[in-house]
């Protein structure tokens, strides 16, 4: 989501006659993105941050913004003003779109500017797109869930849906402009259209984007399993539907999914996954998976370890807990020590590791509907390379691919004609 949001912000600067450099030495402008859903993220922007005091010293004229939801918070662990003293312009989540105006006002006053104002409408911007072949789309902005550990709805606000014939609209655009993977955002994409006073809903946008000629194919992100519902899973067996679905369960214990807020116990989650690969049975599946939860206790995690080697995930996410300040969890008693939530984590991604190898043997002799992204490299929907025996030259294109081989963890493959 940063990622778009970011593709935004290029955008916004070129039209004011700026251009990208990588090099913060080039720039005359640096932006921070900022991120604050772990601890972690928040500690590398600072740092990352407070490395442009020299940057700023050397050059006199460097305007440093910083932006994202670490800002937003109620109460940030770096004040903007008094920690982020390097930064000339720090702006919320909500108004972004004033970057612009703040930009041409500091130039003439060069007095700090701090808007962490909540805006209630959302302007829509354009964005530049950095990738050849994927675009992405915002269809809902923030989030009404509140698990207990997440930070999103207090930086992010409640659900806001665009409207649905502004989302035809825009993917109708980038279709014709050759992207050939629509990535759909929302906090809960499932929850698209509850806050429209009319018949949208996410299974209904699906299907009408289905229709948009072309050949592309729609990935979406993130998904809550309480709310995904019988009528989405119809739609994903949809020929322009990736085959691949993140959904995260967080926790495999009922006792933490409760404490978590999440909504749905193990035996609900379980019985989607069946409905999904029951409705697409080649569907590559992902998780994120939170380790460490105040009160988890070695049966706990013992639960979340089995639900992994049950369901054999393509790709886990894995994260050690991190307290988040204003989330309910932050206060809760039974901490878990660190080093028993990195032994943890660990032990799941080494075991997330043995899985995706057996997975790996499963490939051999399947077809896949791929897309060639270079003369030989073939890209399958779950974002695996499968390795062209013999190069090609219809990049761009998507062609069924028999995986013929397997050496090590690479797979090569042939196009089926
Ligand atoms: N600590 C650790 N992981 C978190 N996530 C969200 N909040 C926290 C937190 N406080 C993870 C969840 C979510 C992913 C985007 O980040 O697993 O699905
Ligand atoms: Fe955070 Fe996602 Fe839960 Fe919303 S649904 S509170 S974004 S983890």
Do not use: W
């Not at 911007?125 to 675009?135: E, F, H, Q, S, V």
């Not at 204003?326 to 008693?333: D, E, I, R, V």
């Amino acid at each position: 989501m940063n990622v778009h949001e970011s593709e935004k912000i290029c955008r916004l600067l070129e039209d004011m006659g700026m251009q990208k450099t990588d090099k913060n030495d080039d720039a005359d402008v640096v932006i921070f993105n900022t991120c604050c859903i772990r601890e972690g993220a928040e500690n590398r922007a600072f740092s990352n941050i407070m490395k442009l005091k020299s940057l700023k010293i050397r050059n006199k004229d460097l305007i440093v913004v910083v932006c994202g939801c670490m800002p937003q918070q109620k109460n940030p662990k770096y004040d903007p003003i008094k920690d982020i003293k390097v930064a000339d312009i720090v702006l919320g989540t909500y108004n972004t779109h004033l970057l612009g105006e703040m930009l041409k006002r500091f130039v003439i006053d060069r007095k700090k500017i701090v808007d962490t104002n909540e805006y209630i409408e959302n302007i829509e911007l354009d964005a530049i797109r950095d990738d050849k072949y994927n675009a992405y789309v915002n269809i809902i902005y923030g989030c009404n869930n509140f698990c207990t550990y997440c930070v999103v709805p207090y930086v992010r606000g409640r659900e806001r849906s665009r409207k649905m014939g502004d989302i035809l609209n825009e993917v109708k655009i980038l279709v014709a402009q050759g992207y050939k993977y629509i990535t759909l955002l929302g906090q809960n994409v499932n929850s698209y259209g509850k806050d429209l006073n009319d018949e949208s809903t996410f299974a209904i946008l699906l299907a009408n984007l289905c229709e948009i000629e072309g050949d592309f194919k729609i990935k979406f992100m993130t998904s809550h399993p309480k709310d995904l519902s019988d009528d989405v899973i119809n739609v994903l067996s949809n020929k322009k539907m990736v085959r691949a679905l993140h959904l995260p369960v967080q926790s495999g214990s009922d006792k933490i999914l409760k404490l978590m807020n999440r909504k749905y116990d193990l035996n609900h989650y379980l019985s989607i996954i069946s409905k999904v690969r029951k409705a697409v049975p080649d569907i590559a599946i992902s998780t994120d998976i939170i380790v460490g939860f105040p009160g988890e206790t070695e049966e706990d995690f013992e639960s979340t370890f089995d639900l992994i080697k049950k369901i054999k995930y393509n790709q886990v996410f894995a994260y050690i807990y991190s307290k988040r300040s204003g989330t309910p969890a932050c206060n809760m008693a039974d901490q878990v020590p660190y080093k028993i939530k990195n032994e943890r984590v660990n032990k799941i991604l080494n075991e997330h590791r043995a899985i995706v190898e057996i997975l790996s043997t499963q490939y051999l002799n399947k077809t896949f509907n791929c897309l060639i992204i270079k003369p030989n490299v073939a890209l399958t929907d779950a974002g695996k390379d499968i390795l062209l025996k013999e190069k090609t030259k219809q990049i761009g294109v998507f062609k069924n691919i028999e995986v013929k081989s397997l050496v090590g963890k690479t797979l090569f493959g042939e196009i089926k004609e």
